[in-house]
């Protein structure tokens, strides 16, 4: 019989993706606009890899802390076992976008939008793999 506790971790894990998958949608359909500011693609990129970390570890069935940064989620993983896509330093500027420049204007040059949207579609492919994990029966 399956656990009925892991059947709803992956139930709730599955929730979270869904709205990662948003977040990844509009970084696809917005991020060649030249009227979109680099603020906007860059928190919903790191909302992308936020919620996919989320979902991971929910999958795994361990609590996470109520937090936007991505390298405090990454290391909850790595210590759980599990290898993310891309090393630590690939994510953790991305966290300034959740809280920082959330509320304040974007003027850096250097936010490589293409960069952006490819690493969230790694992360959204690496969690399904793992939300996707069959239930220990």
Known sequence: ??????????????????KTEQDLTLVKNVSNSETVADEIIGFHVQQTIEKAMKAVLTRLGIQYAYTHNLSLLYQQIKEAGIDPPVPVEDVEELTAFAVQFRYILYEDEDFDRKAGKILAKKFVKWANGIVEMPVRL
């Not at 139930?11 to 869904?18: D, H």
């Open 1 to 18: 019989m399956a656990d009925h506790l892991e059947i709803r971790q992956q139930e709730l894990a599955r929730l979270l993706l869904k």
